[in-house]
């Protein structure tokens, strides 16, 4: 049921830079921001970034994003064993009348 | 500050319906449209549809059309989301989460209500 395609995990160890990525189609990733979530064990989705590359207020700057054509990308630098977590790219997509989709998720360990 | 609070656990049987309400403080409620989200055991988040709270215009997602049915009370800064026909795969954490204003982003985030359905 995801329309966004990402890896199912990612893993690095403490410090360590860690990169996941998010691939669309041009009815989503293609035409709109890309907005990115963390889940930790337990809890609610948190915005981590808005519109390809904006941080919330309070979210790290070890946390950026990026976003080329119907790709975009998580980056998540000098990583932290509270980063462990999921991670779900989203974005509107225009097709069947306009939905919100989420990306597979990505599951990230801290090694 | 933005707080969205939701209803609390809910088991059900199959065919039933169950009603989950989010009630909204600390921001103008009228101002922002609402999204309900779901995530069943174990898997993704899966959307579900998005209510503007001034007027109560709705969007659904094409799964759950003739379903689901989203509704606002300006009175007391409440959405509900009403999921009829209840079926064992619609076990899941149903989420509301509020629409940043200008953005697709999703920004913040009521704490989850269960939804069992089990005979």
């Known amino acids: 049921q995801s329309v966004l395609t990402q890896p199912p995990s990612a893993s690095g160890t403490p410090g360590q830079r860690v990169t996941i990525s998010c691939s669309g189609s041009?009815?989503?990733?293609?035409?709109?921001?890309v907005n990115w979530y963390q889940q930790l064990p337990g809890t609610a989705p948190k915005l981590l970034i808005y519109?390809?590359?904006q941080r919330p207020s309070g979210v790290p700057d070890r946390f950026s994003g990026s976003k080329s054509g119907t790709s975009a990308s998580l980056a998540i630098s000098g990583l932290q064993s509270e980063d462990e977590a999921d991670y779900y790219c989203?974005?509107?997509?225009?097709?069947?009348?306009?939905?919100?989709?989420f990306g597979t998720g990505t599951k990230v360990t801290v090694l | 500050q933005v707080q969205l609070v939701q209803s609390g656990a809910e088991v059900k049987k199959p065919g039933a319906s169950v009603k989950v309400s989010c009630k909204a403080s600390?921001?103008?409620?009228?101002?922002?449209?609402m999204h309900w989200v779901r995530q069943a055991p174990g898997q993704g988040l899966e959307w579900m549809g998005i209510?503007?709270?001034?007027?109560?215009?709705?969007t659904y997602a094409q799964k759950f059309q003739g379903r689901v049915t989203m509704t606002g009370d300006t009175s007391t800064s409440t959405v509900y989301m009403e999921l009829s026909s209840l079926r064992s795969e619609d076990t899941a954490v149903y989420y509301c989460?509020?629409?940043?204003?200008?953005?697709?982003?999703?920004?913040?985030w009521g704490q989850g209500t269960l939804v069992t359905v089990s005979s």
């Open positions: 041009s009815s989503n990733t293609g035409s709109d921001t």
């Open positions: 989203a974005a509107w997509d225009d097709s069947l009348n306009g939905r919100y989709v």
């Open positions: 519109s390809n590359n």
């Open positions: 600390g921001y103008t409620f009228t101002s922002y449209y």
């Open positions: 209510i503007n709270p001034s007027g109560g215009t709705t």
């Open positions: 989460a509020r629409k940043l204003l200008g953005e697709s982003a999703l920004d913040f």
